[in-house]
Structure formats: structure tokens, C-alpha cells
């Protein structure tokens, strides 16, 4: 699963908002596609929504997602800053309650 997005954080009160696009693929190379996008508290984990929004092969017109929780305990930032913002890659955990789908 690749899981890129956006982050902002204020680093006044430490909250938090992100969102992105995930690429879920299965062993027979059929993809899933996916956004996503969450409010938190930064060091703590953000909540939002998860919605699966397409795929090939058997994932074509999928649809489905749920609420999920996401953390990321460890940042790689980037040696320079772009304008007002830092780039950074984070590793982490993410976790879907009730995840529903439906092929058609």
C-alpha cells in the first residue's frame, strides 16, 4: 500500500490536518485506488474518512470506505524548505475499524 498526502500542522496548538491518495495492490497486480482525509492533534493521530473511489481487474468500480485513524510516529524532513512549508516523509500506522466495499 502506497499512501502519499498532504500534512499541515500549527505548531501553536498542535493541530493537525492531512489528507491524501492510497494505492492498494493485490498480489495478482489489480489495484485499488483510494482517498483520504483526517483532523488530530500532531504526535497524536488524526481521524477521518477512507473512500475507495475506483481499480482495475477485479477492483474495477469499487466502491466502499469507512472512518480510520492514522499516527505517524516517525518524520524524515527534507534538508530544505519549499516557501512556508517543510517536506517531510512519515512512516506509520493507520487502522480501519469498519471498512465496507462492493464490487459490482
Known sequence: MLC???ME???T???QSAEGRCI???PS????YATWNCTGVHWVGCTGKFTLVGGTGK????TGGGDFQMRSDV??????LQGDSLEAAAVGMAEWPALRYKLP
Not at 59 to 62: L, S, T
Not at 75 to 80: L, R
Open 13 to 15: 496548538d498542535g493541530a
Open 29 to 32: 497486480g489489480d489495484r485499488v
Open 59 to 62: 477492483f474495477k468500480d469499487i
Open 9 to 11: 500542522v500549527n505548531l
Open 4 to 6: 502519499p498526502g498532504m
Open 24 to 26: 492498494i495492490a493485490a
Open 75 to 80: 518524520v524524515e524532513y527534507a534538508s530544505k
